[in-house]
């Protein structure tokens, strides 16, 4: 039994984490719309889910801090108090204490439990401030939606009957839960009929004694609205069948003579089916053939309001339809496995093409064409398993901005746009860091202060926009301001103050841009504590490199600044394009590659040194892999060229021949190779050699670099 409470104990953990981050989104959404009842009710049903699920699974001191905080938003959520800056702050401050004491099972430093004294006194103090005071509408509207008319019912002070299906799941017990203090609670808020549905109960000798077979139809006359009634069943919901009607509220759903037919009340619970009613009544004559009969309508008119009948059935069964969504939670380092035996099969799929290649008989490569396809499409679909929209992480930097912007005296806001865009959860997780980096610059160093905004004639408010969106296989992130932008010229002096460039060097705009990523360089005047001490957008530059990423930083003095992420879509499969140089293989991404052109020994004449091809009257720059990676021997006469997009700009990489496209499975080099300049990886091919993966970015930036000392541009 104890496995099973650990496993319940780390589900309980996940679970709060998500809740923990789902309240501090409610919060802030709740600070900018104070009067929103649905974001009140998200804040209330996190706090009562985490105290309820922590005292369930033994975390007492959540469930005992939480529920303050619970009491709080539950007479908000009554209407008896508003919400005020002062309770969102003191809300916040609760969430990072559940946070710090959630930590604390992981293995984290215990929270300073004066924090914790301190928080529940303001909460205390905030809630005597309001002693008995009903706000009633003032406090908030009507619930709007679905709810809205039962909220209004009430507010009136009329009673609404629900009729409640509760079948909990099978193993309830297991988890701590009594279904019949359930029912007691609803028997708490009104005059109920309880029923029990036993016919699910086996025979004895299948019976087990800790399962829960029976399930219970209540009907239920109360004022409690129709939230009050779900949050009762808030810790089962997720393992239940449960189903919540209105089946009467003020009139609304009675016949003419003020009852439903029986009929109608044994389809609507479900107990039998139209087809059912049909049967039963076809002995009878249809009210339209009676009418026809009687004389009292023409046939064509029964015939018209047949026709109205059946489309209006239609459209509302078309409009009550919905698909339901199954999802299933499964811990990371599966999926991590799984990936890696994909991986595998990938790279055992490659040897199977190339032997079948080789033997040339016609049912071995139907065969090997057939396992190539259906690896392909397995590939695909473990690797969509792993991918999470970025918006998960964009709700992070919410938080950050208000902090941030209150510390600094600052007021700006923080827009997001294409958050549902998807990438690997490997990079997402890594992407975090240098994106808190960058915000942080923003605020600090972009957005002027509100004072200053005005005198240049720019709103108070400053704004940083953060957005992705897809780009061919890869992901583009942008982090946008509308601030004062970078200063080249200030750059320009701190870099010939650090002895990072001559003060007569020649350097193009975004050069000097590109300098700020490099270690140490700040031009912040102060330190501090957001920033200036010179560490930051170098960590950027790392987490980047990293990531098989670039960096771009585009600027205006006075309109502000926009940093460009490309990011790979995944870090694990990619489709590659090989290519052999001497006797060893390197592989490209093929998302950077755009075409190929020879290079014959009279082009590279005619070039007089210059590493420069014509393509189609474009000049392209190109590096020789060859004096690169310092290989020896003798180059074929009639080279390749594999020119490249990277950063906007084409460059070209001479190698010896081209073999093709290639899936990619991307293994590390280790750490006695991982200081290797140039080299994103390695993979075995089909032979079982081993190929080099390139990391064309950082081939491309070392050339530049070289070529930017050979113009005086270093000490």
Known sequence: MSDGTDRHKEVFKEEAKELLSELENALLDLEERPGDTELIGRVFRA????????AMFGFDDIAAFTHDVETVFELVRNGKLLVTQELINLALSA???????????????????EKASAITNALKQYISRFPGKDRGAAGRPPVGGKDAKVSETIASGGASTFRIRFRPGKNIFLTGTNPVGLLNELREFGNSSVLAETNTIPLLEELQHEACYTAWNIILTTEKNLITIKDVFIFVEDDCELKIEVIDEAGGL???????????????????????????????KRVGQILVEQGAVKPDKIEAALVEQKQ???????????AAEATIRVPSERLDRLVNLVGELVTVQARLSQVAGGQGQADLLSISEEVERLTGELRDNTMSIRMLPIGSTFNKFKRLVRDLSRELGKEIELTTEGAE?????????????????????????????????????????????????????????????DGAGLDAGAIREKAVAMGMIAPDAE???????????????????????VSGRGVGMDVVKQAIDALQASIVIDSGKGLGTTITLKLPLTLAIIDGFLTRLGADHYIFPLSLVEECVELTREDAVKAHGRHMANVRGQLVPY???????????????????????????????????????HQTVIKNLGRFYKDVEGTAGATVLGDGTVALILDVPKIVHFAETEALLARGGGP
């Open 254 to 284: 009675e016949t003419e003579n003020g009852s439903k037919k029986l009929g109608d009340i044994l389809v609507e619970r479900g107990d039998v089916t139209q087809e059912d009613i049909r049967h039963a009544l076809s002995e009878q």
């Open 47 to 54: 706090m009562h889910t985490i105290k309820g699920s922590g």
């Open 312 to 322: 209006v059935k239609e459209a509302r069964e078309k409009r009550q339809s919905f």
């Open 421 to 481: 865009t998807e990438l690997d959860k490997t990079v997402i997780e890594k992407l975090s860091d240098p994106l808190v980096h960058l915000i942080r610059n923003s605020i600090d160093h972009g957005i002027e202060p509100p004072e200053e905004r005005a005198a240049a004639g720019k709103p108070r408010q400053g704004t940083v926009h953060l957005s992705a969106v897809h780009s061919g296989a890869n992901v583009l992130i942008r982090i946008k301001d």
């Open 623 to 661: 590096i020789r892999l060859r004096e690169h990676f310092q290989i020896g021997g003798t180059p074929p006469d009639i080279e390749q060229i594999v020119i490249t997009r990277v950063e906007n700009n084409r460059v070209g990489f001479v190698v010896d021949y081209i073999i093709g496209g």
């Open 95 to 113: 969430r990072d204490q559940i946070r710090e004491m959630l930590n604390v099972y992981d293995g984290g430093q215990a929270p300073d439990p």
């Open 507 to 529: 350097l193009t705009e975004k050069e000097l841009f590109a300098l700020i990523l490099a270690p140490g360089f700040s031009t912040a005047k102060k330190v501090t504590s």
